[in-house]
Each structure stands twice: as C-alpha cells, then as structure tokens.
T-cell receptor
Framework: GDSVTQMEGPVTLSEEAFLTINCTYT??????LFWYVQYPGEGLQLLLK?????DKGSNKGFEATYRKETTSFHLEKGSVQVSDSAVYFC??????????FGKGTRLSVIA | NAGVTQTPKFQVLKTGQSMTLQCAQD?????MSWYRQDPGMGLRLIHY???????DQGEVPNGYNVSRSTTEDFPLRLLSAAPSQTSVYFC?????????????FGPGTRLLVL
C-alpha cells in the first residue's frame, strides 16, 4: 500500500538556520502531497500542499517541491524562528483513500 | 465557521468504563475520520467515513465503534476502556474524495484510562 517515510527527529536548530526535513513516498497512483504542522497542545493544520509533479507548495517561508522522479517532497525553510518549533508531518492522499501520514519530525529552534 | 469541534478536551476513565468522544464539523464535509496519537507513533487511523451511513475500519479499530447518521457528526465510542487506549484522539474532515482536498483537524481529546 501507499506509505510515507520522513526523517526521524528530533531536529534542533539555532534561530536563522536552514531547515530541511526529508520526506519520500511510495504510491501506486499519482497522489497529492501535504505537509501538516502540529504546534504544542494543538491539532494538525495544513502547512502546504502540492497536487501534481513539479508543483511547489509554499507558506510562511516554508517550501516543498513534488518530485515524481525521486518520489520526494522535502520541506525547506531558509531561516527558522523559535515560533517554528513544532512537529511536522508529511502525508499523501490518493483518491478516496484515507490520508497516509509519516511518523512526524519534531523541530526545536533555540534562540 | 467553527470548523471541526471535539468534546471533551480531557477525560479520565477507569478500566471497563464506556464513553463517547464527540466530533462535529460545520463545513458540509463528506469525509470524516478518527486518529489516535501516541508518543513516537505518529497518527494512526481508527475509523473513517466517506459519507452519512457509511463507515470503515482503519489501522487500529479494535475497541472502538463509530456511526455516521448525519453529515455533521461522527462520534467515537469506547465500549470498555483499557489502559492501552490512553492517548490523544483527533477527529478530522475533508470535503470529499477527489484526492487533493485539505483535511481539517479538531483540537483533540486527551484521554487517560486508569
């Protein structure tokens, strides 16, 4: 079945550092890809998404590009802030099937 | 719109007790689902529904029941609570089954079973 693999955490960075969280997927069709973020004590919320190959999703300084050739959707941000500390989930969606999540990556940004 | 709402926020149960976690959405979404989140385990799907009157099992359905009598509500029932069901439970909804819609999550219910 479909699956998502993302890098294990936790990731600890200093403020203004560059962030990359790797995400690769396995899917039989042409899924849509998502990054969700979970701030402490809250539910998940959409950070960005891409629905077809070569699409780039972006939001709040975060970016991810749907790479079909490498089956990847890596999350990047050029300069992280303390307020970006959260858990980040990569996910894929194919048709009417349930959303498939990676295990999540905890990011801590220190001042 | 209130979005996806869940009640209660916190609950403590004794082993063997039953309870219902409530979930409601006011966005007229067809698709709703329940997840549990345990430390280091990410999110695991319990049950989901593609529309009123239709439900299906997810990855970890044992010990949980659901029904979907209306588009808006999707309650999760624990029939006989066990300590292994201590977790944070999230309800989610999305518009339909097109394969590209954003899924919206509730704020979660934190459950402790003693």
């Amino acid at each position: 079945g479909d699956s998502v693999t993302q890098m294990e955490g936790p990731v600890t960075l200093s403020e203004e550092a560059f962030l990359t969280i790797n995400c690769t997927y396995t899917a039989t069709g042409y899924p849509s890809l998502f990054w969700y973020v979970q701030y402490p004590g809250e539910g998940l919320q959409l950070l960005l998404k891409a629905t077809k190959a070569d699409d780039k999703g972006s939001n709040k300084g975060f970016e991810a590009t749907y790479r079909k050739e490498t089956t990847s959707f890596h999350l990047e941000k050029g300069s992280v802030q303390v307020s970006d500390s959260a858990v980040y989930f990569c996910a894929l969606l194919s048709g009417n099937t349930p959303l498939v999540f990676g295990k999540g990556t905890r990011l801590s940004v220190i001042a | 719109n209130a979005g996806v709402t869940q009640t209660p926020k916190f609950q403590v149960l004794k082993t063997g007790q039953s309870m219902t976690l409530q979930c409601a959405q006011d966005m007229n979404h067809e698709y709703m689902s329940w997840y549990r989140q345990d430390p280091g385990m990410g999110l695991r799907l319990i049950h989901y529904s593609v529309g009123a009157g239709i439900t299906d099992q997810g990855e970890v359905p044992n010990g949980y029941n659901v029904s979907r009598s209306t588009t808006e509500d999707f309650p999760l029932r624990l029939l006989s609570a066990a300590p292994s069901q201590t977790s944070v439970y999230f309800c989610a909804s999305r518009p339909g089954t097109g394969g590209f819609e954003t899924q919206y999550f509730g704020p979660g219910t934190r459950l402790l079973v003693l």
